[in-house]
């Protein structure tokens, strides 16, 4: 089994952007973090996960922050983020919090699924193959709740799956990917470090460290790789970041200070992280 795994978590377009920047200051400070045996991407996460494992620069994914490029317009209403609250803190129960949010994403009226895929597919710019490195794009099925995984052997394109994982629930369409309907893979994990169990060594980059509603947060999924015998190190953002990153992980304006708060972090923790990549 490949020993080491990369999970890049999702955040929106705030938390994608810190995340690049943690990549681009891991890459300074001299670890490839695109050299994972596996990558594993969720949401913002699968939009750059899909591009560092294609061979995209983590210097490039930062710079496009820092420049305004990869610009995501995703207004989202108060209405929106009520419907979205109701239905993922409606129950205590993890299983049935996912379920009410599957039926308000499936119930909810959006816009049409092509918004979705436009949006990725800009976001992905050339990428549109799945690349050679292993690549695993987490998404929840609507109708069952249930998180799984896409990758080369499939059956479906890049595109379908990054856009399934980056569905967000009330705001966008369920995705229809290979007859069934997705959601954000974040939507009951926001980083799904679950995925990278059997793997020794894992590095994982979590904008955001827990999902709404009651579901295991980053950290406790971490411990429990570890438990399991894994060496693990997850970054989040730090206090800095979290101020750089304000409250609204969709505000555009808050990419350039959140990307370089990332890079920050990214350098100031590089030999932390060296000491589980390296082995």
């Known amino acids: 089994m490949a020993d080491t795994a990369l999970v890049l978590g999702g955040g929106g377009p705030v938390g994608g952007a810190w995340l690049a920047g943690v990549l681009a200051g891991l890459a300074e400070a001299g670890i490839d973090p695109g050299a994972a045996d596996a990558v594993i991407g969720t949401s913002a996460g699968a939009v750059f996960g899909a591009r560092l494992a294609a061979g995209v620069a983590p210097a490039e994914l930062y710079e496009r922050q820092l420049s305004g490029a990869d610009a995501i317009r995703l207004p989202v209403t ?50 549109r193959d799945w690349p050679a490195r292993e690549l695993r794009i987490a998404a929840v099925d609507a109708s069952t709740g249930q998180v799984e995984t896409f990758g080369a052997r499939s059956g479906v394109t890049l595109l379908e ?8 629930p009330v705001v966008w369409p369920p995705v ?56 693990v190190v997850l970054l989040g953002p730090d206090r800095d970041a979290r101020r750089a990153m304000g409250r609204d992980m969709t505000d555009d304006t808050r990419r350039p200070a959140a990307a370089r708060a990332g890079h920050a972090q990214g350098t100031a923790l590089a030999a932390s992280v060296a000491e589980v990549w390296d082995g």
Do not use: K, Y
């Open 161 to 168: 799956a990054v856009a399934a994982s980056c569905a967000v």
């Open 176 to 231: 229809t990917v290979a007859g069934r309907r997705w959601m954000d893979g974040g939507s009951r994990s926001t980083a799904n470090l679950q995925l990278a169990r059997g793997r020794r060594r894992v590095v994982a980059v979590a904008p955001i460290p827990r999902a709404v509603g009651p579901h295991p947060s980053a950290a406790r999924q971490a411990a429990e790789l570890s438990a399991g015998g894994a060496r």
């Open 78 to 127: 108060l209405a929106q983020t009520a419907r979205f609250l109701w239905a993922a803190l409606g129950s205590r129960d993890p299983e049935r919090s996912v379920a009410r949010l599957g039926r308000a994403a499936l119930n909810a009226r959006t816009g049409p699924e092509s918004e979705v895929f436009d949006t990725v597919g800009a976001l992905l710019g050339d990428v």
